[in-house]
Nanobody, 128 residues
Framework: QLHLVESGGGLVQPGGSLRLSCEASGFSLDYYTIGWFRQAPGKKPEGVSCISSTGTSLYYADSVKGRFTISKDNAKNTVILQMNSLRPEDTAVYYC?????????????????????RGQGTQVTVSS
């Protein structure tokens, strides 16, 4: 069974940092495109950042470019989202989602269309 479990969310002041982690089990990220998405109350889900199976192709939403960094460790089957210079508008539930590479051949396609497999999410709140 495929599982994605996120951790690392919490409350942080504006300008602060958080590091989100997504651990996959039941499948290998070697064959999946994976990314981080977020959804704020009353808003549609947004693809924040996505990474290819090899880790060589990256996508960032304009709203987080220069502040967030995505990386993956295939040996640990884990994807990390380092979030710096956080703003109140970054407040949302963040979740990771993955799609088999054949169905999501580009990081742009995953981040714009979503994925079949997703975790439960972790709350990120940016507030003073």
């Amino acid at each position: 069974q495929l599982h994605l479990v996120e951790s690392g969310g919490g409350l942080v002041q504006p300008g602060g940092s958080l590091r989100l982690s997504c651990e996959a089990s039941g499948f290998s990220l070697d064959y999946y495109t994976i990314g981080w998405f977020r959804q704020a109350p009353g808003k549609k889900p947004e693809g924040v950042s996505c990474i290819s199976s090899t880790g060589t192709s990256l996508y960032y939403a304009d709203s987080v470019k220069g502040r967030f960094t995505i990386s993956k460790d295939n040996a640990k089957n884990t994807v990390i989202l380092q979030m710096n210079s956080l703003r109140p508008e970054d407040t949302a539930v963040y979740y990771c989602a993955a799609e088999v590479e054949l169905l999501a051949p580009t990081v742009q396609s995953l981040c714009r269309s979503g994925a079949t497999y997703r975790g439960q999410g972790t709350q990120v709140t940016v507030s003073s």
